[in-house]
């Protein structure tokens, strides 16, 4: 069983940054693929960023060039450094994880933290 667990979520205003993590007690980080994904009151879950096992990154162009996910494996910990926040990202942020890539880039990943709430006032 792989535990996940986000932290660093919080209000702020418009163009501040934050800083999200997830750890993975007792993971191999280097063993399974990562993502972060996000969901709005009313909407669908969206993937935000995703990382796999090598390091490889992927964004979606919704938060491309202000968004970056990073993990440190020495300390088991997945990351999401969020820059100029807006309104419109305001969400639950989940982090995910699974051995399976394709399962986790589809959003039907085995693991998922318990989520972070992130609000970005105008």
């Known amino acids: 069983e792989l535990e996940l667990v986000e932290s660093g979520g919080g209000s702020v205003q418009a163009g501040e940054s934050l800083r999200l993590s997830c750890t993975a007690p007792?993971?191999?980080?280097?063993?399974?693929?990562m993502s972060w994904f996000r969901q709005a009151p009313g909407m669908e879950r969206e993937r935000v960023a995703t990382?796999?096992?090598?390091?490889?990154?992927s964004h979606a162009g919704s938060v491309k060039g202000r968004f970056t996910i990073s993990k440190d494996n020495a300390k088991n910990t997945l990351y999401l450094q969020m820059n100029s926040l807006k309104p419109e990202d305001t969400a639950v942020y989940y982090c995910?994880?699974?051995?399976?890539?394709?399962?986790?880039?589809?959003?039907?990943?085995?693991?998922w933290g318990q989520g972070t709430q992130v609000t970005v006032s105008s």
């Open positions: 990382i796999d096992r090598v390091g490889s990154t």
């Open positions: 995910a994880a699974d051995s399976d890539f394709l399962r986790l880039w589809n959003g039907q990943s085995t693991y």
């Open positions: 007792g993971t191999l980080l280097d063993a399974v693929d």
